[in-house]
């Protein structure tokens, strides 16, 4: 669901990729928290139920995706449509030629099958 798989691979594995914008965005998000006071404990137990929260949604998010494919977001839905506008993309789902969903939290995203 993110731009990021866009990025050239170079002659890293997929998995080492990932790998590596994982840990990049998850640091950019954790500055974000501790910046905002989001996060004020950073004792060991927290960190350690930190990581493990973290592995378990790592796990969760692809036995979704194992379940029921990838999903992608508007962005990456106009960039794959050959960088049409968000207008265009409405259209396509109020033509009936694009799937769009909505999640619990009112996300929009669109099955990437």
Do not use: C, H
């Amino acid at each position: 669901m993110s731009d990021s798989i866009d990025r050239p691979q170079g002659d890293k594995s997929t998995a080492e990729n990932w790998r590596e914008r994982v840990l990049d965005g998850v640091g950019r998000r954790l500055d974000q928290m501790m910046a905002s006071k989001e996060v004020t404990n950073f004792s060991g137990e927290s960190e350690r139920a930190t990581v493990n929260a973290m592995a378990d949604a790592v796990l969760a998010a692809n036995r979704i995706n194992d379940r029921l494919g990838a999903f992608y977001t508007t962005d990456r839905v106009r960039k794959v449509l050959g960088g049409i506008s968000r207008q265009a993309v409405s259209e396509r789902v109020r033509n009936n030629r694009l799937l769009r969903v909505t999640t619990a939290d009112g996300v929009v995203l669109f099955p990437a099958f």
